[in-house]
């Protein structure tokens, strides 16, 4: 079993909290991706799960056994870092084989180790080179396949792609989801990137300033995010955002003005009422020139990014508020243009004064 649980994880530098109140379950198998902008504390809560940082107040288990007092070699985890940190002057092989010979194991188990690793990672035919004969993507897998000899219980990866150019990542980051399928291994990815969380995980955490905001699969988290910060923050090109207010509330339904537009929708009975204040959200991706059945608003075209098969329209509206639309890369829009994007109101997403969300039904795409 190597499941992973956390409970009441605090962390605290001197009078700096960094992580409070922290209750996480990744079960057994799973691949779990922290998120979060820079500071947000998922780094730290990778080390501390490796044992590289001590708790301030919690408890930490892998596998049902407390291990808050346990070195990380007893912890039976491998950790894949951001640096490849591969020892110059050796073979990929002994790289690969050096953990399991500092640890004593018998020659012919570390043979077969490194060797199905390799072939695991496609680093057979290059066992015999140095680590400056590599790219940076083979030397990533050969940093990854270190970690694979030791046959752990948990891998933690700390942003391991971060070094590697746009196609490197593309492809680490297949090989990565096909080692997780192959092996059935518990992993923890951390990563900035939201694109390598929604494609690796099976479930993500949000993280925000030392706090989760929201656990969940990925397309949950993209269809319905708990707050504005999980909203914003999932998503590439990121959810836009208008201010709106509401004109009338019933148990069934709730009239609401934005942008010089209003839109019926379906709100938790209760939580909206006449004159309270809101936050329209809806994704660029759902957005259209053209449609009926939906909220029109119009602006004008500050800049265009072509795409290929689509292009994303930067436009403001009167309001002054600033929109991004995916627009076909066939459309002819132009700097300069006025443009009307369209917006089905199943793609809207609302929230309170608060930031939380208050849609129940009909929920935003």
Known sequence: MAEVSL?????????????????????????????????????????????????????IRIGGRRVNEMQPAERKIAMVFQSYALYP??????????????????KAEVDRRVRQAADALKLSALLDRKPRELSGGQRQRVAIG????????????????????????????????????????????????QVEAMTLASKIVVLNQGRIEQVGAPLELYRRPRNLFVAGFIGSPRMNFIKGQVR????????????????????????????DDVTIGFRPE???????????????????????EASLVYMTLPTGE?????AS????????????????????????????????????L
């Open 7 to 59: 409970h009441g994880i605090a962390k605290s530098f001197g009078a700096t909290e960094i992580l409070r109140d922290i209750d996480l379950s990744v079960e057994d198998g799973e691949f779990v991706v922290f998120v979060g902008p820079s500071g947000c504390g998922k780094s730290t809560l990778l080390r501390i799960i490796a044992g590289l940082e001590t708790v301030s107040a919690g408890e």
């Open 89 to 106: 002057h050796m073979s990929v092989y002994k790289n690969m084989a050096f953990g399991l010979k500092f640890a004593k194991t018998n």
């Open 146 to 193: 270190r970690a694979i000899v030791r046959e752990p219980s948990v891998f933690l990866f700390d942003e391991p792609l971060s070094n590697l150019d746009a196609a490197l990542r593309v492809n680490t980051r297949l090989e990565i989801a096909k080692l997780h399928r192959d092996l059935g291994a518990t992993m923890i990815y951390v990563t900035h990137d």
């Open 248 to 275: 009338s509330a019933t148990e069934k339904d709730a009239v609401i003005a934005f942008a010089g537009s209003e839109a019926v929708i379906e709100g938790d009975p209760g939580r909206l009422k006449s004159g």
């Open 286 to 308: 759902h957005m259209a020139s053209a449609g009926p059945g939906a909220t029109v608003l119009e602006g004008r075209v500050d800049a265009v990014e072509h795409l290929g």
């Open 322 to 326: 600033d929109l991004i639309v995916r």
């Open 329 to 364: 890369g066939e459309d002819p829009v132009k700097s300069g243009d006025r443009f009307a994007a369209h917006v089905p109101v199943s793609a809207l997403h609302v929230f309170d004064e608060a930031g939380q969300s208050v849609r129940i039904r009909n929920e935003g």
